[in-house]
């Protein structure tokens, strides 16, 4: 654009020199259309029609970013500039790109990019904006171009020895000691009589013995052995989600070598048993951040189920949560602390231009 605005700024010289000397109709007409060129084709020409296109290839943690560009038309359009914007859902992390680029022809034109992403979760590119100026670069109109391509960068594993307890090995069944349930084929208690009891819950045989009506709660069973929490409450770091998503994953995933059924408490319960499960269950997890000022886990856990009837509760925190006795009424509650070893890093997402070998932190 510099060098287009030299080039208009020489021939307006060139054009006043030949004026200078040659004051005639011939040169007046050139002086006058050199001038005027620029703003007639400011005001006649119309930004071209554009399609977009974004292709991700994940290389490990690298994301290799592809802009695919087709314009229509057959003026050439220079001084383009596409802004490219990356989130990472899972921890909130931003990273906005000013990529400029020029478009000759009408055949798509790739633009190459790589995307690092030092934490995992859902990395989205998107296309937010595309500017598109005249000629000499005097005005910058935004074209209509959207466009979105997502890819998830998972959580490192690490080996772990897990050895379960009788109350939450698989097999079998198993009901809370705590609190009654909607199971009529276990007991939870017997008591006296209350108006408003189910007449299904009244023992005949035990009442017609001691002469007073005598009911049975029911059991509560516990269907899953082993609940998984990953903690959402406070503000967490992109660190520590981090590490809390490589030990929830790594946790789940030794489970499943084992056999062990357990579940996934993250917005919504998810029961895994098998490798495949835990790699479907992954992607909703990574997609998800938590809302600032959220409530602990436990507490949004419990609201939505209004019991946790587990055998163990594994709830993997950067913190001791506040919320966590609300768990250990129904269940035997462990907090797995995570540690943040990448405090020091600054910025969790970075572009880099392949054509040019040059690294932008952001």
Known sequence: MKRR???????IAAAALMYLFENNTATRIVLVAVLAVPFVMLLSVRPPRIEARIELKREGREIACKLLLKKGGRMPLFGAVAVLSCTNAFTGEQAIQELPLTLWTRREKAFALKLRARHCGEICVKLSELRVADAFGFRLRRVFCASSAVVTIPPELFPMEITLQS????????????KAGNDPSETYQLREYIPGDAIAAIVWKLSQKLEALIARDFGLPA???VLLLLESGAAITPQQRDA???????????????????TIGWQDAQQLRTSEDLHDAL???????PEAGAQGIASCFLASKRE?????????????PPDMSLLRRESRVTVLLT?????????????????EAQKIEL
């Open 308 to 320: 946790c009837a587990f055998a163990h509760v594994l709830l993997i925190s950067p913190y001791v």
């Open 167 to 178: 109350a939450a090995q698989p097999g079998g069944e198993r009901y809370s000691t705590t």
């Open 339 to 355: 540690a943040d070893e990448s405090a020091e890093e600054i910025g969790g997402i970075s572009f880099r231009k392949t054509y």
């Open 244 to 262: 809390q998503a490589s030990a929830l994953a790594s946790l789940s995933h030794a489970l499943t070598q084992m056999g062990a059924a357990h």
């Open 223 to 225: 269907d899953h052995r």
């Open 283 to 289: 992607p909703q997890i990574l997609r998800n951040a």
């Open 5 to 11: 605005l030299a080039a208009w700024i020489a021939a």
